[in-house]
Protein backbone atom coordinates (compact mmCIF):
# COMPACT_ATOMS: atom_id res chain seq x y z
CA UNK A 1 0.00 0.00 0.00
CA UNK A 2 1.43 3.28 -1.17
CA UNK A 3 2.97 5.44 1.94
CA UNK A 4 0.06 8.35 3.01
CA UNK A 5 2.07 11.75 2.24
CA UNK A 6 1.80 14.14 5.40
CA UNK A 7 0.31 17.37 4.51
CA UNK A 8 2.76 20.32 3.57
CA UNK A 9 1.84 22.68 7.06
CA UNK A 10 3.16 19.72 9.01
CA UNK A 11 5.91 18.65 7.70
CA UNK A 12 7.20 22.04 8.30
CA UNK A 13 6.95 21.79 11.63
CA UNK A 14 9.83 18.83 11.75
CA UNK A 15 12.96 19.61 13.17
CA UNK A 16 16.17 20.85 11.20
CA UNK A 17 18.37 17.36 10.52
CA UNK A 18 21.38 16.91 12.36
CA UNK A 19 23.78 18.99 9.84
CA UNK A 20 20.30 22.20 10.63
CA UNK A 21 18.92 21.20 7.21
CA UNK A 22 15.53 22.14 7.27
CA UNK A 23 13.69 19.29 4.69
CA UNK A 24 11.16 20.44 1.73
CA UNK A 25 10.27 19.09 -1.35
CA UNK A 26 12.00 21.18 -3.40
CA UNK A 27 15.42 20.56 -1.65
CA UNK A 28 14.65 16.90 -1.65
CA UNK A 29 14.15 17.36 -5.56
CA UNK A 30 17.33 19.30 -6.34
CA UNK A 31 19.34 17.18 -4.13
CA UNK A 32 17.90 13.93 -6.70
CA UNK A 33 18.45 15.82 -9.58
CA UNK A 34 22.52 16.42 -8.40
CA UNK A 35 22.53 12.46 -7.46
CA UNK A 36 21.36 11.77 -11.04
CA UNK A 37 24.07 14.15 -12.76
CA UNK A 38 26.97 12.21 -10.71
CA UNK A 39 25.75 9.18 -10.23
CA UNK A 40 22.71 8.01 -12.82
CA UNK A 41 19.51 6.44 -11.77
CA UNK A 42 21.41 3.60 -10.18
CA UNK A 43 22.76 5.50 -7.67
CA UNK A 44 19.51 7.07 -6.69
CA UNK A 45 17.97 5.30 -4.44
CA UNK A 46 16.42 6.38 -0.74
CA UNK A 47 19.19 5.36 1.35
CA UNK A 48 22.07 7.43 -0.59
CA UNK A 49 19.33 10.82 -0.76
CA UNK A 50 19.06 10.34 2.91
CA UNK A 51 22.38 10.11 3.30
CA UNK A 52 23.21 13.53 1.03
CA UNK A 53 20.73 15.09 3.01
CA UNK A 54 21.61 14.18 6.47
CA UNK A 55 18.22 12.65 7.36
CA UNK A 56 16.77 9.21 7.80
CA UNK A 57 15.51 7.63 4.37
CA UNK A 58 12.30 7.18 5.97
CA UNK A 59 11.50 10.84 6.19
CA UNK A 60 11.51 11.20 2.87
CA UNK A 61 7.83 9.31 2.84
CA UNK A 62 6.57 12.19 4.44
CA UNK A 63 7.20 14.62 1.48
CA UNK A 64 6.94 11.41 -1.17
CA UNK A 65 4.80 8.33 -1.54
CA UNK A 66 7.69 6.53 -2.77
CA UNK A 67 11.14 6.51 -5.00
CA UNK A 68 8.72 6.75 -8.01
CA UNK A 69 6.36 9.73 -6.32
CA UNK A 70 9.63 11.28 -6.37
CA UNK A 71 10.32 10.71 -9.64
CA UNK A 72 7.40 12.43 -11.12
CA UNK A 73 8.38 15.20 -9.41
CA UNK A 74 11.89 15.36 -10.89
CA UNK A 75 10.46 15.21 -14.09
CA UNK A 76 8.11 18.29 -13.15
CA UNK A 77 10.50 20.09 -11.75
CA UNK A 78 12.26 20.14 -15.41
CA UNK A 79 9.50 21.33 -16.60
CA UNK A 80 9.25 23.90 -14.10
CA UNK A 81 12.60 25.20 -15.09
CA UNK A 82 11.36 25.37 -18.87
CA UNK A 83 8.09 27.79 -17.81
CA UNK A 84 10.38 30.09 -15.20
CA UNK A 85 11.04 33.23 -17.52
CA UNK A 86 8.79 31.79 -20.56
CA UNK A 87 6.82 34.79 -21.39
CA UNK A 88 3.96 34.59 -24.10
CA UNK A 89 3.95 37.27 -27.75
CA UNK A 90 0.69 36.59 -28.71
CA UNK A 91 2.11 34.95 -31.98
CA UNK A 92 1.57 31.63 -31.03
CA UNK A 93 4.26 30.10 -33.96
CA UNK A 94 6.71 32.39 -31.95
CA UNK A 95 5.62 30.91 -28.52
CA UNK A 96 5.55 27.29 -29.64
CA UNK A 97 8.79 27.59 -30.86
CA UNK A 98 10.20 29.32 -27.71
CA UNK A 99 8.56 26.70 -25.32
CA UNK A 100 9.44 24.03 -26.91
CA UNK A 101 13.21 24.64 -26.85
CA UNK A 102 13.30 25.84 -23.55
CA UNK A 103 11.78 22.47 -22.28
CA UNK A 104 14.27 20.55 -24.78
CA UNK A 105 16.80 22.57 -22.91
CA UNK A 106 15.77 21.91 -19.83
CA UNK A 107 15.66 18.44 -20.59
CA UNK A 108 19.52 18.04 -22.16
CA UNK A 109 20.46 19.82 -18.93
CA UNK A 110 20.15 17.23 -17.04
CA UNK A 111 20.37 13.80 -19.37
CA UNK A 112 20.32 11.42 -16.50
CA UNK A 113 17.07 12.79 -15.11
CA UNK A 114 15.20 13.31 -18.70
CA UNK A 115 16.17 9.83 -19.67
CA UNK A 116 13.93 8.85 -16.44
CA UNK A 117 10.63 11.18 -16.86
CA UNK A 118 10.84 12.19 -20.37
CA UNK A 119 8.22 9.68 -20.82
CA UNK A 120 6.32 9.75 -17.50
CA UNK A 121 2.81 11.89 -16.77
CA UNK A 122 3.00 13.55 -13.54
CA UNK A 123 -0.32 15.75 -13.45
CA UNK A 124 1.43 17.92 -11.09
CA UNK A 125 1.30 21.79 -11.06
CA UNK A 126 4.37 22.72 -13.78
CA UNK A 127 2.64 19.55 -16.03
CA UNK A 128 -0.46 21.30 -16.04
CA UNK A 129 0.66 24.58 -16.19
CA UNK A 130 2.49 23.97 -19.11
CA UNK A 131 -0.37 21.64 -21.04
CA UNK A 132 -3.11 24.09 -20.62
CA UNK A 133 -1.12 27.22 -21.93
CA UNK A 134 0.10 25.28 -25.20
CA UNK A 135 -3.39 24.63 -25.63
CA UNK A 136 -4.42 28.24 -24.75
CA UNK A 137 -2.20 29.06 -27.72
CA UNK A 138 -3.43 27.12 -30.47
CA UNK A 139 -7.08 27.86 -29.14
CA UNK A 140 -6.11 31.27 -29.48
CA UNK A 141 -4.76 31.04 -32.36
CA UNK A 142 -7.90 30.28 -34.24
CA UNK A 143 -7.29 25.92 -34.09
CA UNK A 144 -10.79 24.52 -33.34
CA UNK A 145 -10.24 22.18 -30.77
CA UNK A 146 -9.94 18.41 -32.02
CA UNK A 147 -6.89 20.12 -34.06
CA UNK A 148 -5.86 21.89 -31.47
CA UNK A 149 -5.80 18.62 -29.55
CA UNK A 150 -4.06 16.68 -32.05
CA UNK A 151 -1.14 19.36 -32.65
CA UNK A 152 -0.57 19.53 -29.18
CA UNK A 153 0.06 16.33 -29.28
CA UNK A 154 2.64 16.32 -32.18
CA UNK A 155 4.45 19.10 -30.39
CA UNK A 156 4.58 17.98 -26.66
CA UNK A 157 5.41 14.09 -27.64
CA UNK A 158 7.79 15.65 -30.35
CA UNK A 159 9.34 18.15 -27.73
CA UNK A 160 9.53 15.04 -25.34
CA UNK A 161 10.71 12.45 -27.50
CA UNK A 162 13.77 14.39 -28.81
CA UNK A 163 14.61 15.66 -25.15
CA UNK A 164 14.71 11.98 -24.25
CA UNK A 165 16.59 10.92 -28.01
CA UNK A 166 19.01 13.86 -26.84
CA UNK A 167 19.68 13.19 -23.53
CA UNK A 168 20.16 9.68 -24.11
CA UNK A 169 23.69 9.98 -26.33
CA UNK A 170 24.46 12.78 -22.74
CA UNK A 171 24.34 10.03 -20.57
CA UNK A 172 26.26 7.73 -22.18
CA UNK A 173 29.74 7.14 -21.03
CA UNK A 174 32.00 9.64 -22.17
CA UNK A 175 34.46 7.06 -24.33
CA UNK A 176 30.81 5.24 -25.94
CA UNK A 177 29.79 8.74 -27.30
CA UNK A 178 32.80 9.61 -28.65
CA UNK A 179 33.00 6.16 -30.76
CA UNK A 180 29.44 7.37 -31.28
CA UNK A 181 30.21 10.63 -32.65
CA UNK A 182 33.51 8.94 -34.80
CA UNK A 183 31.57 6.75 -36.97
CA UNK A 184 30.16 9.78 -39.06
CA UNK A 185 33.42 10.84 -39.66
CA UNK A 186 35.20 7.68 -39.92
CA UNK A 187 32.74 4.39 -41.00
CA UNK A 188 30.15 6.53 -42.86
CA UNK A 189 32.82 9.27 -44.92
CA UNK A 190 35.13 6.39 -46.27
CA UNK A 191 32.20 4.53 -47.78
CA UNK A 192 32.44 4.00 -51.87
CA UNK A 193 30.30 6.01 -53.75
CA UNK A 194 29.96 2.23 -55.81
CA UNK A 195 28.23 1.10 -53.22
CA UNK A 196 26.60 3.71 -51.34
CA UNK A 197 26.76 6.12 -53.88
CA UNK A 198 23.96 8.30 -51.61
CA UNK A 199 25.62 7.75 -48.33
CA UNK A 200 29.35 8.79 -50.00
CA UNK A 201 27.65 12.16 -51.24
CA UNK A 202 25.92 13.01 -47.75
CA UNK A 203 28.92 11.99 -45.32
CA UNK A 204 30.62 15.61 -45.33
CA UNK A 205 27.16 17.06 -44.58
CA UNK A 206 26.19 14.07 -42.23
CA UNK A 207 29.16 13.94 -40.29
CA UNK A 208 28.39 17.85 -39.16
CA UNK A 209 24.48 17.54 -39.20
CA UNK A 210 24.44 14.38 -37.52
CA UNK A 211 26.60 15.34 -34.31
CA UNK A 212 23.73 18.28 -33.46
CA UNK A 213 20.01 17.61 -32.01
CA UNK A 214 17.44 17.06 -34.89
CA UNK A 215 14.97 18.45 -32.39
CA UNK A 216 14.86 22.69 -33.87
CA UNK A 217 14.40 20.85 -37.42
CA UNK A 218 11.49 19.13 -36.64
CA UNK A 219 10.01 21.62 -34.82
CA UNK A 220 9.93 24.18 -37.41
CA UNK A 221 8.44 20.93 -39.70
CA UNK A 222 5.85 20.95 -37.28
CA UNK A 223 5.06 24.49 -36.90
CA UNK A 224 4.71 24.79 -40.77
CA UNK A 225 2.40 21.80 -40.81
CA UNK A 226 0.35 23.39 -38.04
CA UNK A 227 0.41 26.71 -39.76
CA UNK A 228 -0.75 25.09 -43.56
CA UNK A 229 -3.28 23.81 -41.68
CA UNK A 230 -4.45 27.10 -39.81
CA UNK A 231 -4.53 28.73 -43.28
CA UNK A 232 -6.86 25.92 -44.79
CA UNK A 233 -9.35 26.66 -41.83
CA UNK A 234 -9.10 30.23 -42.26
CA UNK A 235 -9.76 29.60 -46.13
CA UNK A 236 -12.86 27.54 -45.51
CA UNK A 237 -14.11 29.72 -43.03
CA UNK A 238 -14.47 32.65 -45.44
CA UNK A 239 -15.53 30.75 -47.82
CA UNK A 240 -18.33 30.04 -45.90
CA UNK A 241 -18.99 33.43 -45.05
CA UNK A 242 -18.10 32.83 -41.19
Same mark, same amino acid.
Given at each position: ???????????????????????? =????? %??? &??? @? /??? $?????? #?? !??????????????????????????????????????????????????????????????????????????????? =????? %??? &??? @? /??? $?????? #?? !?????????????????????????????????????????????????????????????????????????????????????????????
Amino acid at each position: MPKRVVPEEKRRRRRPTKSGTVLS =EQLIV %ETA &LRM @L /REH $GSAGLT #AR !RLGLALDADPSTLYRYFRGMDDLTLAIGDALIGQALAGWRRTGEWRADLRSFGLRVHAAYVEHPQAAVLTASRVSGRAN =ELAAD %EAV &LDV @L /RTA $GFPLPD #AV !RVYHAFIDTTLGFAALDAASLALPGAALHADEEMWSSTYARLPAATHPRLAEAAPLLATRMLTSAYPTALEMLLDSAAAQLDGITDRGAGTGR
